[in-house]
């Protein structure tokens, strides 16, 4: 059975710092995982996905990496803003439509 | 537009009541999802819906009763339920990449609406 972890389960940095959030699975036989946002009671905003084929992907201030051999994600967020607070959750799907989410880390970035 | 909408934002039932959640996508989309969200829990899948075919049910109780009536509404029907049934309902949809013959636009992206807060008194 498929299990996700994120670490750390949360994260204070001040401004302008640059900061990694981690994704750990058990099992590497993945189709994609994807990196979502979510504001406190809202839905979720998708940032990347990554197919098993690809190593990374990039969306501006925004870098995720895939090893799918050791059942690794990181997501990497350059020059951080307060913006950027929120509960960050990682998903992994075999490629059948079945997301396993992970734990999420909640992000605070202090002004 | 990369918009799903979901109504209502807040409901407040009865355990005796009957309701219905609705989510709606124009992106032609041929996946669509519904996930049940606890208070600083991640995501659960409860059932999806390929090209209108309920194709995942994740052992929901029967007093959930999804319903996918075309390709761009999914509706999820309310009966008896438990206070503990209260939760954030999420509706979701993508387009899977394995669509033959065509380029298909950000293939697999889950794009989720707002949700709506479910309160069961």
């Known amino acids: 059975k498929q299990e996700v972890t994120q670490i750390p389960a949360a994260l204070s940095v001040p401004e302008g710092e640059n900061l990694v959030l981690n994704c750990s699975f058990t099992?590497?036989?993945?189709?994609?995982l994807q990196w979502f946002r979510q504001d406190p009671g809202k839905g979720l905003t998708s940032l990347l996905l990554i197919q098993s084929s690809q190593r990374e992907q990039t969306s501006g201030r925004l870098n995720a990496s895939l090893d799918k051999s050791s059942g690794r994600s990181t997501l990497y967020i350059a020059a951080s803003q307060p913006g950027d607070s929120a509960t960050y959750l990682c998903a992994v799907t075999s490629g059948t439509y079945k997301y396993i989410f992970g734990t999420g880390t909640r992000l605070k970035v202090l002004a | 537009d990369t918009e799903v909408t979901q109504t209502p934002k807040h409901l407040v039932m009865g355990m005796t009541n009957k309701k219905s959640l609705k989510c709606e996508q124009h992106?032609?989309?041929?996946?669509m999802y519904w996930y049940k969200q606890k208070a600083k829990k991640p995501p659960e899948l409860m059932f999806v819906y390929s090209y209108e075919k309920l194709s995942i049910n994740e052992s929901v109780p029967s007093r959930f009763s999804p319903e996918c009536p075309n390709s761009s509404l999914l509706n999820l029907h309310l009966h008896a339920l438990q206070p503990e049934d209260s939760a954030l309902y999420l509706c979701?949809?993508?387009?899977?990449?394995?669509?033959?013959?065509?380029?298909?636009?950000?293939?697999?992206?889950?794009?989720f609406g707002p949700g709506t807060r479910l309160t069961v008194l």
């Open positions: 099992d590497s036989a993945i189709y994609n």
């Open positions: 979701a949809s993508s387009q899977p990449s394995l669509t033959s013959g065509r380029l298909v636009k950000d293939p697999d992206t889950q794009y």
């Open positions: 992106m032609g989309h041929r996946a």
